[in-house]
Protein backbone atom coordinates (compact mmCIF):
# COMPACT_ATOMS: atom_id res chain seq x y z
CA UNK A 1 0.00 0.00 0.00
CA UNK A 2 1.00 3.43 -0.83
CA UNK A 3 0.78 5.71 2.17
CA UNK A 4 1.27 9.80 2.55
CA UNK A 5 2.93 11.17 5.14
CA UNK A 6 2.39 15.50 5.67
CA UNK A 7 5.64 16.23 8.05
CA UNK A 8 9.18 14.93 8.26
CA UNK A 9 9.80 15.91 11.66
CA UNK A 10 10.95 13.07 14.06
CA UNK A 11 7.15 11.97 14.23
CA UNK A 12 6.99 11.96 9.79
CA UNK A 13 10.15 10.41 9.50
CA UNK A 14 10.01 7.73 12.80
CA UNK A 15 6.43 6.44 10.72
CA UNK A 16 7.94 6.87 7.27
CA UNK A 17 10.66 4.51 8.04
CA UNK A 18 8.60 2.26 9.91
CA UNK A 19 5.87 1.81 7.34
CA UNK A 20 8.42 1.40 4.74
CA UNK A 21 10.13 -1.45 7.04
CA UNK A 22 6.65 -3.13 6.80
CA UNK A 23 6.64 -3.43 3.25
CA UNK A 24 4.45 -0.09 1.86
CA UNK A 25 5.84 2.77 -0.73
CA UNK A 26 6.19 5.79 1.25
CA UNK A 27 6.16 9.62 0.55
CA UNK A 28 6.69 12.49 2.51
CA UNK A 29 5.92 15.99 2.43
CA UNK A 30 7.29 18.94 4.36
CA UNK A 31 7.30 22.48 3.29
CA UNK A 32 11.49 22.89 4.42
CA UNK A 33 13.61 20.88 1.95
CA UNK A 34 16.07 20.46 4.88
CA UNK A 35 13.66 18.22 6.84
CA UNK A 36 13.97 15.43 4.72
CA UNK A 37 17.42 14.92 6.02
CA UNK A 38 16.05 12.89 9.07
CA UNK A 39 14.74 10.35 6.57
CA UNK A 40 18.34 9.46 5.69
CA UNK A 41 20.01 7.99 2.78
CA UNK A 42 18.80 4.88 3.25
CA UNK A 43 15.04 5.75 2.98
CA UNK A 44 13.46 4.50 -0.62
CA UNK A 45 10.16 6.61 -0.86
CA UNK A 46 9.08 10.14 -2.03
CA UNK A 47 10.21 13.31 -0.98
CA UNK A 48 8.18 16.14 -1.85
CA UNK A 49 8.30 19.93 -1.05
CA UNK A 50 5.36 21.78 -0.83
CA UNK A 51 2.27 22.72 1.65
CA UNK A 52 0.53 19.38 2.62
CA UNK A 53 -2.74 20.15 2.24
CA UNK A 54 -2.52 21.86 -1.44
CA UNK A 55 -4.00 19.56 -4.15
CA UNK A 56 -1.12 19.15 -6.37
CA UNK A 57 1.55 18.64 -4.38
CA UNK A 58 -0.68 15.55 -2.68
CA UNK A 59 -0.67 14.92 -6.21
CA UNK A 60 2.79 14.59 -6.79
CA UNK A 61 3.27 13.01 -3.71
CA UNK A 62 0.92 10.02 -5.18
CA UNK A 63 -2.00 10.74 -3.48
CA UNK A 64 -4.70 9.21 -6.26
CA UNK A 65 -2.68 5.90 -5.43
CA UNK A 66 -2.90 6.24 -1.99
CA UNK A 67 -4.50 3.66 1.02
CA UNK A 68 -3.50 6.01 3.75
CA UNK A 69 -2.51 9.29 4.94
CA UNK A 70 -0.74 10.41 8.23
CA UNK A 71 -0.75 14.86 9.10
CA UNK A 72 1.88 14.86 11.54
CA UNK A 73 2.92 18.42 11.25
CA UNK A 74 3.88 21.13 13.89
CA UNK A 75 0.56 22.69 13.30
CA UNK A 76 -2.80 21.66 14.59
CA UNK A 77 -4.86 23.43 11.63
CA UNK A 78 -2.76 22.27 8.96
CA UNK A 79 -2.67 19.00 10.19
CA UNK A 80 -6.62 18.80 10.23
CA UNK A 81 -7.16 20.58 6.80
CA UNK A 82 -4.71 18.38 5.13
CA UNK A 83 -6.49 15.35 6.70
CA UNK A 84 -10.02 16.54 5.47
CA UNK A 85 -8.38 17.17 2.09
CA UNK A 86 -7.39 13.92 1.63
CA UNK A 87 -10.53 12.35 3.04
CA UNK A 88 -12.87 14.57 1.05
CA UNK A 89 -11.56 15.62 -1.91
CA UNK A 90 -9.46 12.26 -2.68
CA UNK A 91 -11.98 10.00 -0.56
CA UNK A 92 -8.67 8.01 1.28
CA UNK A 93 -10.59 6.00 4.29
CA UNK A 94 -7.64 5.47 6.53
CA UNK A 95 -6.62 9.14 7.56
CA UNK A 96 -5.23 9.75 11.25
CA UNK A 97 -4.12 13.70 12.12
CA UNK A 98 -1.45 14.72 15.01
CA UNK A 99 -2.93 16.88 17.38
CA UNK A 100 -0.84 19.16 20.06
CA UNK A 101 -4.36 20.64 21.74
CA UNK A 102 -6.30 17.67 22.97
CA UNK A 103 -9.51 19.59 23.48
CA UNK A 104 -9.80 19.79 19.98
CA UNK A 105 -9.91 15.97 20.05
CA UNK A 106 -13.37 15.84 19.96
CA UNK A 107 -14.57 18.61 17.01
CA UNK A 108 -12.33 16.43 15.30
CA UNK A 109 -13.19 13.14 15.90
CA UNK A 110 -17.09 14.68 15.17
CA UNK A 111 -15.87 15.19 11.79
CA UNK A 112 -14.52 11.56 11.08
CA UNK A 113 -10.79 12.10 11.60
CA UNK A 114 -8.67 9.96 13.89
CA UNK A 115 -6.76 12.15 15.67
CA UNK A 116 -4.14 11.29 17.75
CA UNK A 117 -2.90 13.84 20.98
CA UNK A 118 0.58 14.22 20.92
CA UNK A 119 0.97 13.74 24.74
CA UNK A 120 0.24 10.17 24.25
CA UNK A 121 1.42 9.57 20.56
CA UNK A 122 3.58 6.56 19.69
CA UNK A 123 4.51 5.55 15.99
CA UNK A 124 2.45 2.43 17.08
CA UNK A 125 -0.87 4.24 17.91
CA UNK A 126 -0.75 5.89 14.46
CA UNK A 127 -0.18 2.70 12.41
CA UNK A 128 -3.53 1.59 13.71
CA UNK A 129 -5.04 4.19 11.95
CA UNK A 130 -3.21 4.23 9.19
CA UNK A 131 -3.16 0.12 9.04
CA UNK A 132 -6.11 -1.37 10.97
CA UNK A 133 -5.23 -4.73 10.48
CA UNK A 134 -1.58 -4.39 10.23
CA UNK A 135 -0.62 -3.45 14.03
CA UNK A 136 0.83 -5.57 16.83
CA UNK A 137 -2.12 -6.05 19.09
CA UNK A 138 -2.59 -3.76 21.45
CA UNK A 139 -2.60 -6.79 24.25
CA UNK A 140 -1.48 -10.50 24.49
CA UNK A 141 -2.06 -13.02 26.57
CA UNK A 142 1.38 -15.19 27.69
CA UNK A 143 0.37 -17.71 25.98
CA UNK A 144 -0.44 -15.65 22.52
CA UNK A 145 -3.96 -17.75 22.02
CA UNK A 146 -5.85 -14.43 23.28
CA UNK A 147 -5.27 -11.01 22.29
CA UNK A 148 -6.62 -7.71 22.19
CA UNK A 149 -7.00 -5.78 19.48
CA UNK A 150 -8.33 -2.37 17.24
CA UNK A 151 -10.32 -3.79 14.60
CA UNK A 152 -11.01 -1.42 11.10
CA UNK A 153 -14.90 -1.28 11.26
CA UNK A 154 -16.97 -1.05 8.17
CA UNK A 155 -19.21 2.42 8.01
CA UNK A 156 -22.32 -0.12 7.25
CA UNK A 157 -22.33 -0.93 11.02
CA UNK A 158 -23.36 2.90 12.60
CA UNK A 159 -26.29 2.86 13.88
CA UNK A 160 -25.99 -1.12 14.77
CA UNK A 161 -25.69 -1.90 18.36
CA UNK A 162 -23.19 -3.82 20.05
CA UNK A 163 -25.02 -7.02 20.29
CA UNK A 164 -25.10 -7.29 16.61
CA UNK A 165 -21.78 -6.60 16.11
CA UNK A 166 -21.02 -9.12 18.86
CA UNK A 167 -23.43 -11.16 17.28
CA UNK A 168 -22.29 -11.65 13.98
CA UNK A 169 -18.41 -11.31 14.30
CA UNK A 170 -17.94 -13.77 17.13
CA UNK A 171 -15.73 -11.36 18.65
CA UNK A 172 -16.39 -9.23 21.96
CA UNK A 173 -15.90 -5.58 22.08
CA UNK A 174 -13.92 -4.71 25.05
CA UNK A 175 -13.95 -0.53 24.78
CA UNK A 176 -15.01 2.09 22.17
CA UNK A 177 -12.87 5.08 22.16
CA UNK A 178 -15.61 7.58 21.09
CA UNK A 179 -14.46 11.63 20.80
CA UNK A 180 -11.28 10.43 21.80
CA UNK A 181 -12.63 9.15 25.08
CA UNK A 182 -12.58 5.77 26.23
CA UNK A 183 -16.05 4.08 27.15
CA UNK A 184 -17.02 0.37 27.91
CA UNK A 185 -20.64 -0.31 25.66
CA UNK A 186 -23.56 -2.23 27.26
CA UNK A 187 -25.07 -4.85 24.52
CA UNK A 188 -27.52 -1.87 23.34
CA UNK A 189 -25.08 0.66 22.76
CA UNK A 190 -25.18 1.75 19.43
CA UNK A 191 -22.25 2.39 17.29
CA UNK A 192 -21.39 6.29 16.01
CA UNK A 193 -19.73 7.32 13.33
CA UNK A 194 -15.61 7.92 14.53
CA UNK A 195 -16.04 5.08 17.16
CA UNK A 196 -13.02 3.12 17.26
CA UNK A 197 -13.49 -0.29 18.20
CA UNK A 198 -11.45 -2.50 20.38
CA UNK A 199 -11.88 -6.25 20.80
CA UNK A 200 -11.17 -9.32 22.49
CA UNK A 201 -10.30 -12.06 20.24
CA UNK A 202 -8.68 -15.94 19.65
CA UNK A 203 -5.35 -14.99 17.95
CA UNK A 204 -6.33 -17.70 15.32
CA UNK A 205 -9.33 -15.73 14.37
CA UNK A 206 -7.65 -12.42 13.66
CA UNK A 207 -8.49 -12.64 10.03
CA UNK A 208 -11.93 -13.88 10.04
CA UNK A 209 -12.86 -11.39 12.18
CA UNK A 210 -11.45 -8.38 10.39
CA UNK A 211 -13.20 -9.83 7.54
CA UNK A 212 -16.68 -9.64 9.37
CA UNK A 213 -15.76 -6.00 10.58
CA UNK A 214 -14.88 -4.78 7.46
CA UNK A 215 -17.63 -6.79 5.61
CA UNK A 216 -20.73 -5.11 7.48
CA UNK A 217 -23.76 -7.00 8.90
CA UNK A 218 -25.68 -9.16 7.48
CA UNK A 219 -28.30 -8.03 5.03
CA UNK A 220 -31.03 -10.35 5.94
CA UNK A 221 -30.39 -10.22 9.77
CA UNK A 222 -33.45 -9.26 11.36
Not at 158 to 177: D, M, N, P
Request: proline content about 4%; charged content about 25%; glycine content about 10%.
Amino acid sequence: MHVVIMGCGRVGSTLAHSLEQQGHTVAVIDQDPKAFRRLGSGFGGRRVTGVGFDQDTLREAGIEEAGAFAAVSSGDNSNIIAARVAREMFGIENVAARIYDPRRAEVYQRLGIPTVATVRWTADQMLRRLLPSGAEPLWRDPSGGVQLAEVHTSPAWIGHKISRLQEETGARVAFLTRLGEAMLPTAQTVLQEGDLVHVMLRSDEVADVEAAFAKGPEEDHS
